[in-house]
């Protein structure tokens, strides 16, 4: 049964709580909050590394030669 102290615990860390068991790592528990966020970056890194990715393969555009062809485009 889980218990409520571990539930608060969870709840009042940003981090995860690992649990052992005669010395070793068991799990790890975390509050809702706390996965979300992590969540949230790893999406973000993933992101980061896709563009940089598409940088090295030169999939890249100018910022100037991309404004200008938008603003040809729409007369602006």
Not at 12 to 39: D, F, Q
């Amino acid at each position: 049964m889980f218990s409520a102290a571990i539930s608060q615990m969870c709840s009042e860390s940003t981090e995860p709580v690992y649990i052992t068991k005669n010395g070793y790592g068991e799990m790890v528990i975390m509050s809702m909050r706390a996965y979300e966020e992590k969540l949230a970056k790893l999406d973000v890194y993933a992101k980061l590394a896709e563009a940089e990715a598409e940088i090295r393969e030169g999939k890249t555009v100018d910022t100037r030669s991309s404004l200008k062809g938008l603003r040809a485009k729409y007369g602006i």
